[in-house]
């Protein structure tokens, strides 16, 4: 069936280090695929996304790029800072409409 | 435009008592979902709305969770009769639907709910 895979956390970097979550999935057919974040005590809110295979998403430094050779569709950030410490999860969403999240990856950087 | 918006934002209930969480989407977003998120995992989908109809409840355990969106508008979920294990929170969420403009679905703050 249909299924996300991240990296397994817990994720510790040094303030602008480079940061690289992997994920892949599982999919029929032609998914959209999506990253979001977490942060403490908060509801999850989007990222980034991309709906076709090539397609690169971006948003607040962060990248991901579409990849269907490899059904990957790992997030990028080239100089991490404090505030981006969070909870991390990778979503497709199916044609028909269902959403799957895989099982996230936690980030904390440090000073 | 408005986001989604849930309540109550935090409930502490008594195992075996009944708790309802309630749901308004985005404005003229034709899907609704329904996940669990139990502390340091993903969210699982518990049940998807599309209008008023049920798509998808296979992860409900129906002995005890419930959920209705009559109007096909806002939704409520209720658990009777609590378990320690549902400690969790209760996150819906919304779409427009199929096609790519609809693609992105949208979280609301969350329902914390702690069973003792």
């Known amino acids: 069936g249909d299924s996300v895979t991240q990296m397994e956390g817990p994720v510790t970097l040094s303030e602008e280090a480079f940061l690289t979550i992997n994920c892949t999935y599982t999919a029929t057919g032609y998914p959209s695929l999506f990253w979001y974040v977490q942060y403490p005590g908060e509801g999850l809110q989007l990222l980034l996304k991309?709906?076709?295979?090539?397609d690169k998403g971006s948003n607040k430094g962060f990248e991901a790029t579409y990849r269907k050779e490899t059904t990957s569709f790992h997030l990028e950030k080239g100089s991490v800072q404090v505030s981006d410490s969070a909870v991390y999860f990778c979503a497709l969403k199916t044609s028909y409409d269902k959403v799957i999240f895989g099982p996230g990856t936690s980030l904390s950087v440090i000073p | 435009e408005a986001g989604v918006a849930q309540s109550p934002r935090y409930k502490i209930i008594e195992k075996r008592q009944s708790v309802a969480f309630w749901c308004n989407p985005i404005?003229?977003?034709?899907?609704l979902y329904w996940y669990q998120q139990i502390l340091g995992q993903g969210p699982k989908l518990l049940i998807q709305?599309?209008?008023?109809?049920?798509?998808?409840d296979s992860q409900l355990p129906k002995d005890r969770f419930s959920a209705e969106r009559l109007k096909g508008v806002d939704s409520t979920l209720k658990i009777q009769p609590a378990k320690l294990e549902d400690s969790a929170v209760y996150l819906c969420?919304?779409?427009?639907?199929?096609?790519?403009?609809?693609?992105?679905?949208?979280f609301g703050e969350g329902s914390w709910l702690t069973v003792v």
């Open positions: 991309a709906t076709k295979a090539d």
């Open positions: 404005s003229g977003h034709a899907t």
């Open positions: 709305f599309q209008n008023n109809g049920v798509v998808d």
């Open positions: 969420a919304s779409s427009r639907g199929r096609g790519s403009s609809g693609n992105t679905i949208y």
